[in-house]
């Protein structure tokens, strides 16, 4: 895996943990305004996410990093990303579920804040950096202003 320089949040949590994955996926976008990414086609997806917090848990983790893995690469990798339930804007044509990599970095926050918050040590995340080709990446971070 390549190492890549990501843009950092400043935050003011004690431990901050940063996990890098990928995963392989096929995905079109449905819309006559994406040209070419009409068409069904697939990427390796590199993948960074930046979780923070002030405790960690019995184990001595803040995140167990295999938990991490197993929630985003083994959702996603070889799958038609079309096809899982969090992007079926295709059948109601709903631009903020296609598998755009905007709305696929939005989903692996959403996915994995939904686990941080059963954990009692109370991590968060800041961050997701989807990574589409070597040249073009999206960032999201959550709207705190809400």
């Given at each position: 895996m390549l190492f890549q320089y990501y843009p950092q949040c400043?935050?003011?949590?004690?431990?901050?943990?940063?996990k890098?994955?990928?995963f392989s996926?096929?995905?079109?976008i449905p819309s006559s305004l994406a040209g070419k990414c009409v068409n069904t086609h697939g990427h390796t997806y590199i993948v960074n996410i930046t979780i923070a917090g002030n405790e960690l848990d019995r184990s001595g983790f803040l995140v167990d990093f295999?938990?991490?893995?197993?929630?985003?690469?083994g959702t996603y990798d070889h799958t038609l990303l079309n096809d899982q339930?969090?992007?079926?804007?295709?059948?109601?044509?709903?631009?903020?579920?296609?598998?755009?990599?905007?709305?696929?970095?939005k989903t692996i926050y959403e996915k994995l804040q939904a686990y941080l918050?059963?954990?009692?040590?109370?991590?968060?995340?800041?961050?997701?950096?989807?990574?589409e080709t070597p040249t073009s990446y999206v960032v999201y971070r959550p709207d705190t202003n809400r």
């Open positions: 400043f935050h003011n949590y004690c431990y901050e943990l940063n890098d994955l990928n996926a096929a995905h079109f295999k938990t991490i893995k197993e929630l985003v690469h339930n969090e992007f079926n804007g295709e059948f109601d044509g709903d631009p903020d579920l296609f598998p755009t990599t905007e709305i696929v970095a918050q059963s954990l009692a040590n109370n991590p968060t995340c800041l961050q997701v950096i989807v990574r």
